[in-house]
């Protein structure tokens, strides 16, 4: 008597299986999704006008939060070491750990996650409310194209505003962080600044930047695909806006991990 099989949805290899090629499946379609988006950017398809508007969303708007983590982030940088620096007399040391771990890494990171937080799920719940309520397919009948109209601009506005909001995150992280180890460690101005000076360089603020832009393209990118695949309804647009966040976030952190190795040559 010939062995029964389990039923196919408790097979594990065929749910493994089934499960890698729809992440291939996906990969491609992104792939895709990012080429007709610098296709439109490249062609002058792209429209203008919804580029800035996302720009001011996702620059100007975020800017605040931006800036009131990475103030915070400094203070508590320099609250749990800028003593440690100062009992050893290596008070120059802090402002050279403090710059070169926002410049490199807390700057782009934390700005990346707020933004992933704040502007992936937007993205992905208003394509994704579109889809649900047709109005993509409208757009179609319009003759005016999904990837023009609403998908380019978006990777476009976040690829640009990202570096600009990593600058910000850079100085006011600093900044917050000399404050705490003046007045909590006594560390002198022209110990902190000669620290700086002497041992951070101009390529240390630039690997940042070129993260966050990175950073941006993953974000915008993956808000509008899943936005784009979006099903069933409200439930629908709610899974796609926690995929959305969810997935930015995991690529953000393994793609930091590859650029720090390739920019810095770690």
Do not use: H
């Not at 799920?121 to 649900?132: H, L, Q, T």
């Amino acid at each position: 008597m010939s062995k029964a099989r389990p039923p196919l949805a408790l097979d594990p290899f065929s749910s493994l299986g089934r499960t890698m090629l729809s992440a291939v499946a996906g990969f491609g379609e992104a792939c895709l999704l990012y080429f007709k988006s610098l296709k439109s950017l490249l062609s002058g398809t792209i429209f203008w006008k919804n580029t800035f508007l996302q720009m001011e969303m996702i620059g100007l708007k975020s800017l605040p939060i931006v800036l009131v983590i990475s103030v915070f982030t400094g203070m508590v940088f320099s609250l749990q070491i800028a003593k440690i620096f100062a009992t050893f007399g290596l008070s120059s040391q802090l402002g050279q750990g403090l710059t070169l771990a926002f410049a490199r890494e807390l700057a782009p990171v934390l700005t990346g996650v707020v933004v992933a937080g704040r502007i992936g799920s937007s993205i992905a719940a208003e394509i994704g409310s579109m889809k649900v309520t047709e109005q993509i397919e409208a757009l179609e009948a319009l003759s005016t194209d999904p990837i023009d109209y609403l998908v380019a601009p978006r990777i476009v506005a976040a690829s640009l505003m990202l570096p600009v909001l990593v600058v910000f995150a850079d100085f006011s992280g600093i900044i917050g962080g000399f404050l705490i180890a003046a007045a909590y460690a006594n560390i002198p101005v022209k110990d902190f600044i000669d620290g700086i000076l002497t041992f951070v360089n101009f390529w240390d603020f630039c690997g940042g930047v070129v993260k966050a832009a990175c950073f941006g393209m993953i974000i915008a990118g993956v808000g509008s695909f899943k936005g784009l695949k979006t099903e069933n309804g409200a439930v629908g647009v709610g899974k796609a806006t926690t995929e959305s966040v969810v997935i930015s976030t995991i690529l953000l952190f393994i793609l930091n991990y590859f650029l720090s190795m390739i920019l810095y040559r770690l």
